[in-house]
């Protein structure tokens, strides 16, 4: 049984970093961000592949956010630097097939429980 668990979140100020981690129980897996908002759909954020040489973006975060893994931690981060509002919604983890530019709407297998991310002043 695979299990992602996410930390780092929490409440941020407009134009502020944070940085998330999903810590993946002993496998060394593809592994993807998304994020929700209420009320609104699933969004693709980023994608990493196994040996973190392949990563893929979402639009909204392109410039901003970086992804990245420790294999001898089974962690992946998700660095997000110049925060806004737009940002604020439950970010998880989850595992993929692969990371691919279509992303976004791949299906993920396992997947965690979330981290709230809200950016206000």
């Known amino acids: 049984q695979v299990q992602l668990v996410e930390s780092g979140g929490g409440l941020v100020q407009p134009g502020g970093s944070l940085r998330l981690s999903c810590a993946v129980s002993g496998f060394t897996l593809v592994i993807g961000w998304f994020r929700q908002a209420p009320g609104k759909e699933r969004e693709g954020v980023s994608c990493?592949?196994?040996?973190?040489?392949?990563?893929y973006y979402g639009d909204s975060v392109k410039g901003r956010f970086t992804i990245s893994r420790d294999n001898a931690k089974n962690t992946v981060y998700l660095q997000m630097n110049s925060l806004n509002a737009e940002d604020t919604a439950v970010y998880y983890c989850?595992?993929?097939?692969?990371?691919?530019?279509?992303?976004?709407?791949?299906?993920?297998?396992?997947r965690g429980q979330g981290t709230q991310v809200t950016v206000s002043s």
């Open positions: 990493i592949s196994k040996a973190g040489t392949i990563t």
């Open positions: 989850a595992t993929l097939t692969q990371c691919t530019a279509q992303f976004p709407t791949a299906v993920a297998r396992y």
